[in-house]
């Protein structure tokens, strides 16, 4: 069983940053996979940025250039820097492990931007 912990979230201004951080119970090194997702009200989870063992670094196309996936194995620990923040970033931001076939999630953390 995998557990992971989000935190950092908050309320910041458009153009500002936030990074959040990815707390797992288990060693990042051997999960398949890494990474962000978030859901805004009344849309589709999307993927933010994830880091695979099969393709590498995978970025949304909306915040390429804007955010950054990286890991701790040491702390066994996923982070996402997220510059330059839209009112459109607005969601809730969840982190992501993929493990023996079996996806797992944090409980999410809010992040909203004001215009």
């Known amino acids: 069983q995998v557990q992971l912990v989000e935190s950092g979230g908050g309320l910041v201004q458009a153009g500002e940053s936030l990074r959040l951080s990815c707390a797992a119970s288990?060693?990042?090194?051997?999960?398949?996979?890494v990474g962000w997702y978030r859901q805004a009200p009344g849309k589709q989870r999307e993927m933010v940025a994830t880091i695979t063992k099969t393709t590498g670094t995978n970025y949304g196309d909306s915040v390429k250039g804007r955010f950054t996936i990286s890991v701790d194995n040491a702390k066994n620990s996923v982070y996402l820097q997220m510059n330059s923040l839209k009112p459109e970033d607005t969601a809730v931001y969840y982190c992501?492990?993929?493990?023996?076939?079996?996806?797992?999630w944090g409980q999410g953390t809010q992040v909203t931007v004001s215009s």
């Open positions: 288990g060693s990042i090194f051997s999960f398949n996979a």
């Open positions: 992501n492990a993929v493990w023996h076939r079996n996806n797992y």
